[in-house]
């Protein structure tokens, strides 16, 4: 019976597998073991159950299974707390791959959909920019707040209701600023910067990436964005399509491969991590290994970027107690743990207070919220409540996955005054107050003076 796909692919990671020791250290991190209680929704319950499906004594096509394997966030915390180095998001993704093709006849509706766009639409670059503009219209005519405030949208469904919330929650000051960088930025090879601008952030948060830009010129970066770049394909990974996945990762590899010594700077948490697991993902593929592997080596977020560079400091820029929550994949897939805060570091007079439990996921984890909803909101409530206790008007966080189900959580919960923003964009509003940046008809009249 258990000759599948999945038992192969699984085999193919037995040294993963194995290296677990059941010790148990990564229960108390695993958020879904913590809400659940069932070992079976623990990594080393998980571990288990995908040694017994390699092994041959468990049918991967039982719905305890699937169940299970599903209800993982992929937040890569057990990473973290396991002493044997367990690669957990690795045999994940190989587990979800072959479940996803087991799994075709038992999905839901959302699934299906979810499935069907991202093949038919987020692999072609075209669609997907239409698919966003379209996004976008609506969002800015405010149509989802209108369903929302209506009830009509939970009538529907309550999953409904939720996207919706996730849409809404992405809006904020999207007006160009006519402003270029007063100081001048360094030619050197290792402050070059290629942005890579990630399809969610560039369709819903294109200020995220503009302030990036300014921000990193600020600092002395130069910074180009190569065009034929595509989305990281994480949310293809982690909905186990990791061939759609690969010819995302290729597509990228090739658009960055103008400027080899440049390095690749992220926003968003989760696109970083799925730029860094280029390298396990293609290390089959004889065209692509080793390029994978040298593109891997030049990615990292912003926050990393500018530790490296040093961070100019800016002005004060509020009064309102801010607070910060780490991406997952920030911090687990790029171990950028004080990298953001010395962001936040470099504004002035800031009023922090630490997110009790800011290591520990939101519950967006990529379309899982849509997925599994009922444990992503228990999860996501947990979180909403320990930004009440801090007091926080402004919650940062470096990820738009998350960025989306704290906006969307607190919009539904009535928690509306709370700010959900990137760190750089304070960071940059910080340096526009410290006078950094000024507009084209200054430097243009500045340069004619000079001339
Ligand atoms: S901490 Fe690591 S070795 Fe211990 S049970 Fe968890 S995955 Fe296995
Ligand atoms: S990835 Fe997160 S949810 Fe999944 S087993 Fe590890 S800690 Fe638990």
Redesign the pocket.
């Given at each position: 019976m258990v000759s599948s796909k999945l038992a192969i692919a699984l085999a193919d990671e037995e040294d993963k597998l194995l290296?677990?020791?059941?010790?148990?250290?990564?229960?108390e991190?695993c958020p879904t073991y913590l809400h659940t209680g069932d070992e079976n929704d623990?990594?080393?319950g998980r571990?288990y159950l995908m040694r017994a499906v390699e092994e041959g004594r468990l049918n991967p096509e039982s719905n305890s299974f699937g169940a299970h394997i599903n209800r993982c966030l992929g937040c890569r915390a057990?990473?973290q707390?396991?002493?044997?180095?367990?690669e957990?998001g690795q045999l994940l993704e190989a587990a979800r791959s072959d479940l996803t093709k087991t799994e075709r006849q038992r999905r839901g509706w959302t699934s299906r959909l979810i499935r069907f766009v991202l093949k038919h639409i987020w692999l072609h670059p075209a669609r997907l920019r239409f698919a966003f503009t379209t996004t976008r219209v609506m969002r800015n005519i405010r149509l989802p707040k209108l369903l929302i405030r209506s009830k009509l949208a939970r009538l529907i469904s309550p999953r409904l209701e939720f996207a919706l919330a996730l849409l809404d929650s992405s809006r904020g000051d999207e007006r160009r600023r006519d402003e270029s960088v007063a100081r001048p930025v360094s030619d050197s090879a290792d402050s070059r910067a290629l942005l890579f601008k990630g399809c969610v952030t560039e369709g819903l948060f294109a200020r995220v990436n503009r302030a990036c830009v300014r921000v990193l010129e600020a600092n002395g970066c130069s910074v180009s964005s190569p065009k034929d770049q595509v989305c990281c394909g994480a949310l293809h990974a982690h909905a186990g399509d990791l061939e759609g996945a690969r010819t995302l990762a290729r597509r990228n590899i090739d658009a960055f491969n103008d400027e080899a010594q440049a390095g690749i700077v992220t926003n968003a948490g989760g696109c970083g991590a799925m730029l860094l697991s280029y390298a396990h993902l293609l290390s089959d593929d004889a065209g692509y290994a080793e390029r994978a592997r040298e593109f891997a080596k030049r990615v990292r977020d912003i926050s990393q970027q500018l530790a490296a560079t040093g961070i100019l400091e800016g002005a004060s820029v509020s009064e309102s107690v801010t607070t910060y929550d780490a991406s997952c994949h920030l911090l687990y897939g790029q171990r950028a743990s004080e990298a953001p805060l010395e962001m936040l570091g470099a504004i002035p007079d800031l009023k922090f207070v630490p997110l009790v439990g800011s290591e520990v996921c939101c519950g967006g984890a990529g379309v899982y919220n849509l997925l599994e909803p009922e444990l992503s909101r228990r999860v996501l409530d947990e979180k909403l409540a320990h930004i009440k206790e801090t007091g926080a008007q402004v919650l940062t966080t470096g990820n738009p996955g998350c960025h989306m189900q704290i906006g969307a959580g607190a919009r539904l919960k009535g928690m509306e005054g709370v700010r959900v923003c990137h760190p750089v964009e304070l960071l940059d509003e910080s340096y526009e107050r410290a006078g950094f940046y000024k507009s084209r008809s200054q430097e243009s009249e500045a340069r004619s003076q000079k001339g």
């Amino acid at each position: 019976m258990v000759s599948s796909k999945l038992a192969i692919a699984l085999a193919d990671e037995e040294d993963k597998l194995l290296a677990c020791v059941h010790c148990g250290l990564c229960l108390e991190a695993c958020p879904t073991y913590l809400h659940t209680g069932d070992e079976n929704d623990s990594p080393r319950g998980r571990i288990y159950l995908m040694r017994a499906v390699e092994e041959g004594r468990l049918n991967p096509e039982s719905n305890s299974f699937g169940a299970h394997i599903n209800r993982c966030l992929g937040c890569r915390a057990c990473e973290q707390a396991c002493p044997a180095g367990v690669e957990y998001g690795q045999l994940l993704e190989a587990a979800r791959s072959d479940l996803t093709k087991t799994e075709r006849q038992r999905r839901g509706w959302t699934s299906r959909l979810i499935r069907f766009v991202l093949k038919h639409i987020w692999l072609h670059p075209a669609r997907l920019r239409f698919a966003f503009t379209t996004t976008r219209v609506m969002r800015n005519i405010r149509l989802p707040k209108l369903l929302i405030r209506s009830k009509l949208a939970r009538l529907i469904s309550p999953r409904l209701e939720f996207a919706l919330a996730l849409l809404d929650s992405s809006r904020g000051d999207e007006r160009r600023r006519d402003e270029s960088v007063a100081r001048p930025v360094s030619d050197s090879a290792d402050s070059r910067a290629l942005l890579f601008k990630g399809c969610v952030t560039e369709g819903l948060f294109a200020r995220v990436n503009r302030a990036c830009v300014r921000v990193l010129e600020a600092n002395g970066c130069s910074v180009s964005s190569p065009k034929d770049q595509v989305c990281c394909g994480a949310l293809h990974a982690h909905a186990g399509d990791l061939e759609g996945a690969r010819t995302l990762a290729r597509r990228n590899i090739d658009a960055f491969n103008d400027e080899a010594q440049a390095g690749i700077v992220t926003n968003a948490g989760g696109c970083g991590a799925m730029l860094l697991s280029y390298a396990h993902l293609l290390s089959d593929d004889a065209g692509y290994a080793e390029r994978a592997r040298e593109f891997a080596k030049r990615v990292r977020d912003i926050s990393q970027q500018l530790a490296a560079t040093g961070i100019l400091e800016g002005a004060s820029v509020s009064e309102s107690v801010t607070t910060y929550d780490a991406s997952c994949h920030l911090l687990y897939g790029q171990r950028a743990s004080e990298a953001p805060l010395e962001m936040l570091g470099a504004i002035p007079d800031l009023k922090f207070v630490p997110l009790v439990g800011s290591e520990v996921c939101c519950g967006g984890a990529g379309v899982y919220n849509l997925l599994e909803p009922e444990l992503s909101r228990r999860v996501l409530d947990e979180k909403l409540a320990h930004i009440k206790e801090t007091g926080a008007q402004v919650l940062t966080t470096g990820n738009p996955g998350c960025h989306m189900q704290i906006g969307a959580g607190a919009r539904l919960k009535g928690m509306e005054g709370v700010r959900v923003c990137h760190p750089v964009e304070l960071l940059d509003e910080s340096y526009e107050r410290a006078g950094f940046y000024k507009s084209r008809s200054q430097e243009s009249e500045a340069r004619s003076q000079k001339g």
